[in-house]
């Protein structure tokens, strides 16, 4: 039987976000369920996970409103916590969700020119990073990462290509 540790390093917080005139903006209070649904209503909900941290930025998948239906119950049901980084990390590399970047003194805010498709040029170190062992040219992403949510899958790419 795994332990509560385990099993709860493997869960990813799914936050709630609305579009803004600026970009995306955090929702002030994620029990606010009237104003989630509003923002859903109103096409205006985004759903992310932060899954790096940079000295001075945080980088986040977004939930693409074009491949995915931002509603208040896939927010609902992300809650239930069965959103495992395997699961993630397989749709983020797969190009499923878009790529915010959250810069430093603005961290509740995601700028419209700060998100791009993961398959963007902007996003090439991240595509290596997480798909191709630092061995190879450009990969050099890691080498400004201060926290990333998926550091045992790419450290098993690297083990492998010790071997």
């Known amino acids: 039987m795994e332990s509560v540790n385990t099993f709860e390093q493997r869960i990813i917080l799914i936050e709630p976000m609305y579009q803004t005139e600026e970009g995306l903006e955090f929702i002030p209070d994620p029990t606010d369920h009237e104003f989630m649904k509003e923002k859903s209503d109103e096409g205006n909900l985004r759903l992310v996970f932060r899954?790096?941290?940079?000295?001075?930025?945080?980088?986040?998948a977004i939930f693409?409103?074009?491949?995915?239906?931002?509603?208040?119950?896939?927010y609902k049901y992300t809650c239930l916590q069965r959103?495992?980084?395997?699961?993630?990390?397989?749709?983020?590399?797969?190009?499923?969700?878009?790529?915010?970047?959250?810069?430093?003194?603005?961290?509740?805010?995601?700028?419209?020119?700060?998100?791009?498709?993961?398959?963007?040029?902007?996003n090439d170190e991240i595509r290596l990073h997480y798909t191709?062992?630092?061995?190879?040219?450009?990969?050099?992403?890691?080498?400004?990462?201060t926290w990333d949510l998926f550091s045992d899958i790419v450290d098993d790419i690297n083990k492998k290509n010790d071997v």
Request: glycine share 4%; charged share 25%.
């Open 51 to 60: 899954f790096q941290t940079l000295d001075c930025a945080e980088i986040y």
């Open 64 to 74: 693409n409103s074009e491949k995915w239906t931002n509603s208040f119950e896939l």
């Open 132 to 145: 191709q062992p630092r061995s190879v040219s450009g990969n050099v992403a890691w080498r400004s990462i």
């Open 83 to 122: 959103n495992t980084k395997k699961e993630l990390y397989k749709l983020l590399i797969e190009g499923e969700f878009d790529i915010g970047v959250s810069r430093l003194n603005s961290y509740q805010l995601i700028k419209h020119h700060d998100i791009t498709s993961y398959n963007h040029d902007d």
